[in-house]
């Protein structure tokens, strides 16, 4: 799917946040969602490239589409 496509609920900025703070600022976002839900996270942390998509895997939520753009990581999840 791409980013385009995607119709987010929830906007975590977490640009100019280094790890593991994407990944915090996320699951607290998250937490607060009802399943269904999307979630945008921009991140400037080159490390949220991996830490994002496995932190999704390991709480059973979906990682609907990624972009990259001027150095801006986006990633949106869905809940579970």
Do not use: H, I
């Not at 791409?2 to 987010?8: G, I, L, N, P, Q």
């Not at 949220?48 to 001027?70: C, H, I, R």
């Amino acid at each position: 799917m791409s980013s385009a496509d995607v119709k987010e609920d929830v906007v975590v900025d977490a640009r100019g946040l280094a790890c593991p703070m994407p990944v915090v600022k996320t699951a607290k976002a998250m937490r607060a969602m009802a399943p269904g839900q999307v979630l945008e996270l921009m991140s400037t942390d080159l490390g949220s490239v991996k830490d994002v998509p496995a932190w999704a895997q390991g709480t059973g939520n979906e990682l609907v589409a990624t972009d990259e753009s001027g150095g801006v990581f986006t990633f949106y999840l869905r809940k579970s």
